[in-house]
């Protein structure tokens, strides 16, 4: 597979951008044979394309029910192909080349490093290793856990198949669920007072959003936080805030008429969820704009670098609050726990941030047009795709093929990632070290 990457391409960003397309279309063609569908029927190009789309980009977007629609067969494509994209294309990849006793040259161990956001090279082999080892013990543990809840209700054999979808799809944000069989699309409300699967799911996602590297700090230097690297730090940080204060939201406002056990359940997976991991225990037409506009920017915000998850990132959010706060005091450069970050960094936030909401915007406004939909319905699907969320108001399977395929170009810009896109185009452009005459313009 090294090879079939590597040929023709001799940038970083061009073999993770190949090697996900590559993957896509595989699972197109899988999931369009008739031994994929319970009806032993061709699925159509698009409707297979959209699905392993949301699968390899961790997304859980679905024109069809994963329960009631797919086959075994199908539903193992489907869980393959979120394995793959949660862990990486190029992960993937490399640890089959380990594996199997491969060399792993310099550009191949670049491109391992760039897929993982990596500080550098060295030791990527072994750190390659180490996510894969923790990846797949975290999520047999997590699916040991399930497995109580799910023998109860489906028996051996069918519990223990539930238990492991499930794991591998909060683990990698994927967001897919088997509970169609309940009710199409329901995902997981019939357990809204389940404490095992709320807290379970919810502490999977969590762990796969904070990060490969962040898992390394945690198990080289256990509790002792103040031995963690910045990013570590500021990930760990950012992610607490971001599920504390959503649950406080949710439960003040939104849950109210809820029984207090279940409140509290349903408060802190809907804070967990979006970011970015597209299941619910509750049914989201029925919160308020605000809860809805709520999950918004969470899905937009997203996980963090480097993990399962999709989004802008906790990383771009932190800088560009500090970089305003760092404006505020009048001070040159932002920073967190007593460490400078570069005005490159900054840069790259503002970029990244600008480009989510140019592209959330536009694609929101533009399904709201051709579908003749409300505008947040619309907007919050396309965050929900660019987000790799899955999250749904229900409107995906009712929108047509334009919107559909917008909705795809959104999920994989997503998964790969914008500066990713951009580097990958502009690969051949020489930097210039000239600088143009300064001259002041005001802002704000």
Known sequence: ???????????????????????????????????????????????ALFTATSAVCVTGLVIHDT??????????????????????????????????????????????????????????????????KTALAVELFGAVLLFPVFFREFGLLKGAWYSLFHSISAFCNAGFDLMGIKAPFSSLTDYAD????????ALLIAIGGIGFLTWEDIRTNGLHFHKYRMQSKVILTVTGALILIPTIYFFLFEFNQAPMGERVLLSFFQAVTPRTAGFNTADLTLLSETGQFVIIILMLIGGSPGSTAGGMKTTTLAVLLANTLAVFRRREHPGFFNRRVSSEVVSQASTILIMYLVLFLTAGLVI??????????????????IGTVGLSLGITPQLSCISHLLLITLMFFGRVGGLTLIFAALSHVQGNSARLPQERITVG
């Open 1 to 47: 597979m090294w090879q079939l990457l590597h040929k023709n391409n001799k940038s970083p960003f061009r073999i993770i951008i190949f090697g996900f397309l590559l993957v896509i279309l595989m699972g197109s063609f899988l999931l369009m044979l008739p031994v994929s569908t319970k009806a032993g029927e061709c699925t159509s190009f698009l409707d």
């Open 368 to 385: 709201s047009r051709v579908e003749d939909l409300p505008v947040l319905a619309c907007l919050f699907e396309t965050a929900s795709a």
């Open 67 to 132: 329960a009631t629609y797919w086959s075994n067969f199908g539903q193992s494509v489907i869980i393959l192909l979120i394995q793959i994209g949660g862990l990486g294309v190029i992960t993937v990849a490399g640890a089959f080349s380990i594996l199997s006793g491969r060399k792993i040259g310099l550009m191949q161990r670049s491109t391992m490093q760039e897929a993982i956001a990596a500080p550098n090279v060295g030791g990527i082999v072994r750190r390659t290793g180490f996510i894969l």
């Open 194 to 201: 389940n404490p095992v699967i709320s807290i379970v799911i």
